[in-house]
């Protein structure tokens, strides 16, 4: 009988981002600065085991900003709020910081850009992501969504000469870039954003996967359901030639009926995971014989941000180390 090959294929980058490492590190500090307990308003990065982990130090995640206790420390998750949300803080007298990721921030300024121009903004995005919702409320007047290709045939502009396209940063490019053929065929003058909306992370970890997805039996993401670049990764894997692929927070979700008959497993994770999550589901698989792991490297990464002001400000006022610049973590080394 023929023995099957068995081996993994260990995308690179994979993981953290540099605007996730950043949220985290904000509630972290935040923790350590000012003591147990800090709010934070929604999931600071849409991830299981990262936002219980920080639960236990002390955080407290809520919905909306009328759950923060007057007068307390609330943190702004990486994905962005709408003006509107600053204001609810403002009247509540909370001290708030700011994680939202800088490259949403710039996607806010470019919506408040074309607005302030009295341009119709196409927004594509997924209806309801915190992130679209954050957005759409710096100009709701002038931002419609379009939620993916099939949604452009609803689409209205009061001037079809000033139109200009933005996008969520966590969305499937290819996907995208259908939506925006799509809307340029109904809308010839549509304008391009003046840089790219989908961010560097999502970019280069959708590349990792479509250079593997051929030759896999079996994609494994790691990632959380509530995570739009993780769920774009399964996605692009299977339209990419990966005979099977599945999201899972960790391990132990694993069903190992899907290695029946599996030769060849990829591996990567979404933005917001941590690296330990990828380390439980190689030693998943290296117990199931998979212990050739050979990594994919497709890109390199050296984005480095900030931490947001006032949390620096009040870091330096301590005397205390201001963290000085934070990096996603990028993965391109061997685990090994
Ligand atoms: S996925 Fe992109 S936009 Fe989102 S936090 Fe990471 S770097 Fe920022």
Redesign the pocket.
């Known amino acids: 009988m023929e023995t099957q090959t068995k081996r993994v294929l260990l995308a690179a980058p994979r993981g953290y ?4 490492d950043r ?1 985290v590190i904000t509630v972290e500090k935040a923790l350590d600065l000012y003591g147990p307990p800090v709010y934070v308003r929604k999931e600071i ?1 849409h991830n299981k085991h990262v936002v219980t982990t920080l639960e236990r130090r002390g955080a407290i995640f809520v919905d909306e900003t009328d759950e923060v206790p007057e007068g307390a420390t609330v943190v702004f998750s ?2 962005g709020v709408a003006p509107v949300v600053h204001d609810e803080a403002k009247a509540l007298s909370l001290k708030t910081i700011d994680a939202t ?4 921030t710039k996607v806010h300024r470019e919506a408040i850009r074309f607005a302030d121009a009295d341009y119709d903004i196409l927004l594509i995005g997924h209806e309801g992501h915190e ?1 679209v919702i954050g957005t759409s409320g710096e100009a709701p007047e002038h931002i419609t969504l379009v939620d993916g290709p099939d949604d452009v045939k609803n689409v209205e502009v009061r001037d079809p000469e000033r139109v200009v396209w933005l996008s969520q ?2 969305l499937s490019v290819d996907e995208t870039m259908e939506t925006v053929r799509r809307l340029r065929e109904k809308f010839p003058k549509l304008q391009d954003p003046p840089s790219d909306d989908i ?4 970019q280069n970890r959708q590349l990792a996967v479509k250079e593997m997805a051929a030759d896999t039996d079996l994609m494994i993401v790691v990632g959380s359901r509530n995570s739009s ?1 993780s769920v774009r990764l399964v996605e692009v894997a299977l339209e990419h030639g990966a005979k099977d692929g599945h999201l899972v927070d960790y391990a132990a979700e694993i069903d190992p009926a899907w290695l029946d008959g599996v030769g060849t497993v990829g591996v990567t994770s979404g ?2 995971v941590p690296e330990i999550l990828v380390r439980e589901v190689l030693e998943f698989l290296a117990e199931r014989g998979y212990e050739d792991v050979k990594p994919i490297i497709s890109a390199e990464e050296s ?1 480095t941000f900030a931490l947001p002001m006032e949390l620096r400000r009040d870091l330096k006022a301590r005397g205390l180390p201001d963290g000085a610049k934070v990096v ?1 973590q990028g993965f391109v080394a061997d685990l090994h």
């Open positions: 981002c540099a605007g996730v949220a990065v990486a994905h990721c800088p490259l949403v992130e940063t966590t961010c560097y992370a999502t670049n933005a917001s984005l996603g």
